[in-house]
C-alpha cells in the first residue's frame, strides 16, 4: 500500500517540473507581492532548464514569460504589469479546495492506508478526494468561462484533473501558466515586485549576464549581441543603483 503513497507523491513531483528555455523565467505571486526565477537557476537538460517550483504554495499563480538580455529597458508598461496583478487575483477560490485535496493526499489517506488500515477510512477519504477534484474542476470550467483562461486549456485541464486527482494540485499553476502575454519578465518584476524581490532578480541577472558575456566575449559573430548586452547591463545596474 505504500506503493500507492508514493506513486501519489511522484506524479505531483512529475507534474510540478518545468522545461524553460534561456531567454524565460517565472514570476510568482506571494501573499504580499512577488518573486522571480529566470531559467538558468535551474538544472540544465539538452539547452533547456529544469526547475521546480515552490511545491508547498499550490495557490500561488507562476506566470512564465521571456526577456532579452541585449534589449533590456527599465521601467516598462504599467499596463501589462496590472493585467497580471488582475488575472493573479482570480485564483482566490481555489486555495480552499486545493489545500485540503492536499491534506487528504498527504496526510489522511496515507494513515488509513498504512496505520489504520480501515476500509470504512479508506472510502470516505477516496471519496473526500474526488468531491475535492470534482469542485476544482468546476472551479477550473468558471475560470475557462469568465475569461480568465483559454477555454479549451479550461476544458482540457478539468478533465486531466478529474481524472487523476494528483494532477488537480498544480491547477492554478497551470492555468496561469497558460495565460497569453506578451508582457517583458523584467520589466513586469520591475512594476510588481517590492524592492528587495527586485534587487535579488537583478542581482542574479546581473550575474548571469556577466558569465554569458565572459564566455562569448571572443566570439566575432555575437559581436552586436554582445554591445546589446552590454547596454542592458548598464541599464540594470542603474536601476539597481538607484534602488539602494
Known amino acids: 500500500q505504500w506503493q500507492i503513497v508514493l506513486a501519489i507523491c511522484l506524479f505531483y513531483l512529475y507534474d510540478a517540473a518545468l522545461l524553460l528555455k534561456r531567454d524565460e523565467g517565472l514570476l510568482r505571486r506571494l501573499r504580499h507581492g512577488w518573486t522571480g526565477i529566470l531559467a538558468s537557476r535551474g538544472f540544465e537538460l539538452r539547452q533547456q532548464w529544469l526547475l521546480w517550483p515552490s511545491v508547498f504554495v499550490l495557490h500561488q499563480p507562476l506566470y512564465r514569460l521571456r526577456w532579452n538580455a541585449a534589449q533590456i529597458t527599465l521601467p516598462g508598461d504599467m499596463q501589462q504589469a496590472r493585467h497580471l496583478e488582475t488575472h493573479a487575483a482570480s485564483f482566490s477560490a481555489f486555495a480552499l479546495p486545493l489545500y485540503l485535496l492536499a491534506t487528504l493526499l498527504f496526510i489522511a489517506l496515507p494513515l488509513s492506508l498504512l496505520v489504520l488500515h480501515s476500509e470504512l477510512a479508506q472510502l470516505i477519504c477516496l471519496g473526500l478526494i474526488y468531491l475535492c477534484t470534482a469542485a476544482l474542476s468546476l472551479l477550473t470550467l468558471r475560470h475557462g468561462r469568465q475569461g480568465h483562461s483559454p477555454r479549451a486549456l479550461a476544458r482540457s485541464t478539468a478533465l486531466q484533473i478529474f481524472l487523476c486527482p494528483p494532477f488537480a494540485l498544480n491547477v492554478v499553476r497551470k492555468l496561469s501558466m497558460g495565460y497569453p ?16 524581490q527586485w534587487q535579488l532578480l537583478a542581482e542574479q ?28 547591463l548598464e541599464v540594470l545596474q542603474a536601476s539597481h543603483s538607484a534602488s539602494h
Open 181 to 196: 502575454s506578451s508582457a517583458d519578465l523584467l520589466q513586469t518584476a520591475h512594476s510588481l515586485m517590492k524592492l528587495d
Open 205 to 232: 541577472t546581473e550575474n548571469w549576464m556577466q558569465r554569458e558575456m565572459q564566455e562569448i566575449a571572443e566570439l566575432p559573430e555575437h559581436a552586436e549581441y554582445l554591445a546589446g548586452m552590454r547596454r542592458s
